[in-house]
């Protein structure tokens, strides 16, 4: 935890090391560079003028300044004052003589303007360069989801997470916790899946239990809300089941699936997604619908005289009827559910956001597009990072690797999709499944810079982005992160830096890494 406070703080103070070129990450849409400097001393008050309170706080513990009433000069003033034509998340900031104004409508854009803030203090002499920009994001879902079922992260490690997603203005973190290997959030209903659906992981079936309780998770969902993050949970159902089946055998459908011709399995997930929704305030619940091995319900006598009865024609049929009544009922209860991109499929409602995640399925985002749905994408070519960032890393699994550049360029679609339908893409996320990441300085080293170059992916619009330019910018901090010991994957030198990140404490289980 300690060490994770340290190097938050760390970078608080040190990004931006040559701030005088500007190491903004992401690259705002708009830089004008008047010459001049403003410099913070402990006179200079933190005034706000709109609903900003959070955002002056947060900024007033960080920078270590007092607020203040009213200053014409030395302050840095947060202001709904000429933002009128703003959108949701834009902002302006201008720093002059007087100091700094950021303006904005709403705390999320006041919130990314003290981002930028942060950004532009030269550690030290905390001199800030003049500048005026105007900035708004390219898309509305700048996301990363954790996979915290193969191998837990606990709370200190999740916020650190959100601490930088905050730095490079992302907004989503999609948590998967529940799978196969456990089942990771305490439902006070159901005991039995965080007593026996938690324990094990990935490396050992027979690890201690270890879950979210409630009261953690509504707290890092604070954490993440004040720093504009909406944490999205996933359920994952009808396949993916394992540790639930596993705690509640009368559940179990088989291969890792839930039975979809019991009506407890239905009142199960029903009672489980609501206390969800209790948890989570998030708009959306993800429910999965990925990957459903159907081997064992078309062996299923009961599964049989469940088709039978209800007149359906096979097991695919009952899988779609699966998800869209899951689907309904969040729907219901006032969300909107969301799922991988198996469930366009299904025919669910055109509300349903879709996961694109099979890149080498383009047919599935054609589908997903042309049904309206609102689509996230997430094709594992390039927005896996448990895919290793490197040629020469072939040990490390999944045969494809990603690159920093190839995050940074984004997602390839498929041509032809009309202009119109394009407006129907939320945004990107990058996916850290971790079946084969167990510590956290290897999850650094598999997120580090891949997180910077998809935030800015997700932000800068395309003229502005020019890769070699970002990694210039990206130099600060990489050399941060190898001062404070996070592990960070450096393409100028892939085998020590992976050398370096397996010994930042504990090794990767099941991978054979000799070589490095
Ligand atoms: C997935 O990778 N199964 C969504």
Redesign the pocket.
């Known amino acids: 935890m300690r060490r994770f406070l340290v190097a938050s703080l760390l970078l608080v103070i040190t990004f931006g090391v040559k701030a005088a070129e500007l190491d903004l990450i992401p690259l705002p849409v708009e830089i004008e560079q008047p010459p001049g400097q403003f410099a913070l001393d402990t006179q200079t008050v933190i005034i706000v003028d709109g609903p900003f309170t959070n955002e002056a706080s947060l900024l007033a513990g960080e920078l270590q300044l007092a607020s203040g009433n009213s200053a014409d000069k030395n302050r840095i003033l947060l202001t709904t004052r000429g933002a009128d034509q703003l959108g949701d998340e834009a902002y302006r900031l201008e720093v002059n003589q007087q100091g700094v104004t950021i303006h904005a409508l709403s705390p999320a854009g006041a919130f990314y303007g003290c981002q930028t803030l942060r950004q532009l203090i030269e550690p030290g002499t905390r001199k800030i360069p003049f500048v005026k920009i105007a900035d708004a994001p390219r898309y509305a879902w700048r996301g990363l989801m954790l996979d915290v079922s193969r191998h837990f992260f606990d709370e200190p490690a999740i916020r650190q997470m959100i601490d930088w997603m905050a730095d490079y203005k992302l907004n989503r973190l999609h948590l998967h916790l529940t799978d196969d290997q456990a089942w990771r959030l305490q439902i006070a209903r159901y005991p039995k899946l965080t007593q026996a659906g938690a324990r094990g992981d990935y490396s050992d079936t027979n690890a201690p239990p270890r879950f979210f309780t409630r009261a953690q998770m509504q707290a890092i969902i604070a954490y993440a809300a004040r720093r504009h993050i909406v944490v999205v949970p996933e359920i994952d159902m009808p396949g993916h089941a394992g540790a639930a089946t596993r705690a509640l055998p009368q559940l179990d459908g088989g291969m890792n699936t839930f039975n979809p011709a019991r009506a407890e399995t239905y009142d199960f997930l029903q009672n489980v997604v609501l206390e969800t929704m209790e948890i989570f305030p998030s708009p959306w619940i993800h429910l999965g619908g990925?990957?459903v091995d159907l081997t064992s319900w078309n062996q299923s006598a009961e599964v049989a005289r469940k088709l039978q009865a209800s007149g359906m024609k096979d097991t695919q049929q009952l899988e779609g009827g699966f998800v869209n009544r899951m689907a309904g009922f969040i729907r219901e209860h006032g969300r909107t559910p969301a799922g991988?991109d198996e469930i366009v499929a299904t025919k669910p409602e055109a509300d349903t956001v879709i996961f694109w995640?099979r890149h080498n399925k383009p047919e599935m985002l054609i589908r997903a597009l042309a049904d309206g749905h609102p689509v996230v994408l997430t094709p594992r070519s390039p927005c896996y990072f448990d895919y290793p960032q490197d040629r020469s890393y072939p040990e490390i699994g999944w045969k494809l690797f990603n690159t920093p550049e190839a995050v940074y360029r984004g997602p390839a679609l498929p041509p032809g999709i009309p202009p119109a339908q394009l407006k129907q893409i939320l945004g990107v996320e990058g996916c850290v499944?971790t079946e084969r990441i167990a510590t956290v300085p290897y999850l650094e080293f598999m997120i580090m810079p891949r997180m910077a170059a998809l935030a800015e992916m997700a932000w800068t619009p395309g003229e502005r982005r020019d890769f070699a330019q970002f990694s210039t910018r990206l130099k600060p901090f990489q050399d941060q992160c190898q001062q404070l010991g996070i592990g960070y994957y450096d393409e100028t030198n892939p085998v020590g830096s992976l050398r370096k990140a397996r010994q930042l404490p504990a090794v990767v289980p099941k991978l054979s890494l000799s070589q490095y």
């Open positions: 990925d990957e991988w995640w499944w």
